[in-house]
């Protein structure tokens, strides 16, 4: 909106016009208490009528008594009658569909004024859209109104089409006769001649309050009964069929008279015209400024007719152009054709009406120009006679034999398949002549290319030679400086080698010495260990067995007073039994008896505090017991894992020691190779140590854990060497057996010792 020049302000009022039109349609009514009148119906049509007055800004109780009112004037009073509810709803539509109406009649104005057309142009160039005609199953007053136009732009397409053809043919005077095409004024007459027309009768049943869409389709069965247009179908009371040049349409007239009304209810106008809204009240004007046409009838029907005719009086004044669109199927894909919708549309386009009356006559017109230099190769001798146009036509014509042509005053005009005779014809001297140029063509590419080719393989062939050569001599200084680089390499290798194996030879014997050294501190520890633990066993128990004679001693010492205690308490009470008895019969000897029988109670107060403390004693030397028991126990456990422990370490010492001996041979082994392949063939320091070392191999054989002795003192039979100065591989040996040896018999040692 903003682009065509409508200001903010415009678009709000447009915005609340539209909602009123929204909530107006909302409203409902109902009885009211008289049986003609008529209210709102519920809350929610309140709220939507009050919703509709506050958009449109005007009076709600206004606006209710113009829907459910009606004002009738007459010449003695005026009459306010009730509507009953189907009346109101009649009201209600019909002032939506007023408002709307001038809303849409708005808009296009303020359009077109923002277009900037100008009305004193003397040029138009104008674009009319429409699809085609139109048949639904469901066709109504809109489809009747479409099809009607459809019916105008196809007779004024046809009578453009014969005009044209009509004048081309007299502009050139040729001998030509009247062309036959479909005439539709007869269906245009149906629909809108007066008096009798299908529009005019839909008027007049307008104009009486009590018609209905039966009565109106009974006018047109009754008026129409004997068109060949017009068809009533069966079965229907209200439905008609116009066969229109596209086919037939069949045409439900329910809404018929609904739709065709167009006139202002003044109640209506009045209360818009009057809106605080000068939006509103501009779409309404009063009475007195629209003038006295306000007070006549106005239908839907005769205004799109009036509209129409100015619209065809401008195409009547202007060249017209025609672009028929056709949708190749409903699925909106590409490269799908349905026949029958194509064919159904180029038919209700008029297209085949147009392309029979072109092909009635004659379709195809070229100038004596074109013609010429389009089909002058047909006969070549024209051009080399000094002939006119026109005759040089002929004789091409007359050349290729043809009939039924005319030849105008600057035109050639040609029947339907004469154009395409004449382009074959035209396409196969074409292609002889192409074929011929083509082959010459070739040849002469074909041997330009062959001399290119020589030229170049002569060239490849001279450049690859100089390569090869090239190549070769490369391949020679690679040989030479491989044959250098590989003896180099050899070198390097073999002083690596030997480096490598004079490392290891020493890092070998490293760590060989360390390890019989600290086989030989654990052993040490494992001796000491063991020493330490079966002093604390022995001690432990010779402990025990003095704790247990200990304690049997302090239990028969304990028996065997208490036997003595319990042996001196039944003589004294024995006493005491017998020293009381004269007590009884002779008084006077009371206090000897009294001070005897304190001084028993005083040894029995000994005796029980006596055994009293011997009982705790047994118990104290009952728990002692117990606690060596246990302490005792714990030992036996630690002495058991001890000794579990130190069967693992000498049989790791065991697998360690074989392992050792597997290095040791195949040290041996690697050495003695080393040797053997390092002999020059001279009796050198080489010599002497091959000789060590078959010795050391010969003497190892019979055990892997002992060095061969050193030979024996030379005599007068066996030959004698110089003295050779030990080798480390000897140095290795000698310290690997003196390992071994005393590793041994640090084992028997240690099993000796348990």
């Known amino acids: 909106m903003d682009i065509v020049g409508i200001s903010q302000k415009e678009q709000d009022a447009i915005f609340r016009v539209v909602a009123a039109i929204l909530h107006l349609g909302n409203v409902d009514f109902a009885k009211g208490e008289e049986s003609d009148s008529s209210i709102l119906k519920d809350e929610e049509s309140k709220f939507r009528l009050q919703m509709t007055a506050d958009l449109l800004m005007c009076d709600p109780h206004a606006l209710e008594d113009t829907l459910c009112k009606r004002v009738m004037i007459t010449p003695e009073e005026i009459i306010k009658r009730s509507l009953d509810p189907n009346g109101a709803a009649v009201s209600r539509d019909g002032l939506a569909k007023t408002i709307y109406s001038r809303l849409f009649d708005w808009l296009v104005e303020k359009i077109n004024l923002s277009i900037g057309q100008d009305p004193s142009s003397k040029c138009l160039i104008g674009i009319l859209d429409i699809y085609g005609f139109e048949s639904f199953k469901t066709n109504s007053f809109e489809q009747f109104c479409i099809n009607f136009t459809n019916e105008k732009l196809q007779q004024h397409s046809n009578q453009h089409v014969f005009k044209m053809e009509q004048e081309e043919y007299t502009k050139e005077e040729i001998d030509w006769s009247y062309i036959e095409f479909v005439d539709n004024q007869d269906i245009l007459d149906l629909i809108e001649k007066k008096p009798g027309g299908i529009i005019a009768l839909l008027d007049e049943a307008c104009m009486f309050p009590k018609s209905n869409h039966e009565t109106f389709s009974q006018k047109l069965y009754q008026t129409f009964k004997d068109h060949r247009r017009f068809i009533k179908p069966k079965l229907t009371r209200s439905d008609f069929t116009i066969v229109h040049y596209a086919g037939e349409v069949r045409y439900q007239s329910d809404q018929f008279l609904d739709k065709n009304k167009d006139y202002v ?305 039944s003589k004294q009470k024995m006493e005491a039994i017998k ?107 080489d010599d002497q140590i091959e000789f060590i070392s078959s010795d050391s191999d010969s003497s190892s054989s019979s055990s892997d854990f002992t060095f061969p002795a050193p030979a024996p003192a030379p005599t007068s039979t066996s030959p004698t060497f110089p003295s050779v100065k030990p080798s480390p591989f000897q140095l290795i040996i000698q310290d690997i057996s003196a390992a071994e040896l005393s590793g041994f018999e640090s084992e028997r040692a240690f099993d000796d010792f348990f």
């Open 265 to 569: 209810v003044a109640e209506h106008q009045n209360l818009l015209s009057s809106s605080s809204c000068p939006f509103v009240a501009g779409l309404f004007p009063s009475l007195s400024d629209e003038g006295a046409k306000s007070s006549k009838f106005s239908s839907i029907g005769s205004r799109f007719k009036l509209q129409l005719q100015q619209l065809m009086d401008t195409l009547n004044s202007t060249e017209p152009h025609y672009i028929r669109c056709v949708k190749p199927n409903n699925f909106l894909k590409p490269a799908i054709f349905e026949n029958i919708n194509v064919l159904q549309q180029l038919r209700s386009g008029g297209v085949l009406e147009t392309v029979r009356i072109k092909c009635a006559g004659y379709p195809i017109h070229r100038t004596f120009d074109d013609f010429l230099n389009r089909f002058g190769r047909l006969a070549p001798e024209v051009f080399e006679g000094n002939y006119e146009e026109e005759v040089a036509c002929k004789k091409i014509l007359e050349k290729m034999g043809l009939t039924d042509y005319q030849i105008g005053k600057t035109k050639v005009f040609l029947r339907a398949g004469q154009m395409a005779e004449l382009d074959a014809q035209r396409a196969s001297i074409l292609g002889i002549s192409a074929k011929v140029i083509q082959k010459h063509i070739r040849t002469h590419i074909t041997r330009k290319m062959f001399v290119k080719k020589r030229k170049a393989s002569i060239h490849i062939q001279s450049f690859w030679r100089g390569e090869l050569a090239r190549k070769f001599y490369k391949l020679m200084k690679r040989e030479i400086a491989t044959v250098i680089i590989q003896r180099d390499l050899r070198r390097h290798l073999t002083r690596k080698a030997y480096i490598r194996i004079k490392l290891s030879t020493v890092v070998l014997q490293t760590g060989l010495r360390s390890m019989v050294a600290r086989i030989e501190f654990r052993c040490r520890v494992r001796t000491k260990a063991a020493i330490v633990i079966q002093a604390n066993w022995r001690c432990h128990r010779a402990f025990s067995d003095y704790k247990k004679l200990k304690k049997a001693s302090i239990i028969l010492q304990f028996r065997w007073k208490v036997r003595i205690a319990k042996r001196e308490l």
């Open 579 to 685: 020293a009381a008895s004269p007590v009884i019969r002779e008084p006077s000897h009371s206090n000897i008896d009294a001070e005897k029988i304190e001084t028993l109670t005083m040894e029995v107060k000994n005796l029980k505090a006596l055994l009293r403390a011997e009982k705790q004693r047994a118990d104290e030397c009952e728990r002692k017991y117990v606690e060596a028991q246990i302490t005792s126990e714990e030992r036996r456990k630690k002495l058991e894992e001890t000794e579990r422990l130190v069967h693992q370490l000498q049989d790791s010492f065991n697998r360690m020691t074989n392992s050792m001996s597997n290095q040791v041979s195949e040290l041996k082994m690697i050495l003695s190779t080393s040797n053997l392949s390092s002999i020059s063939g001279k009796f050198t320091g």
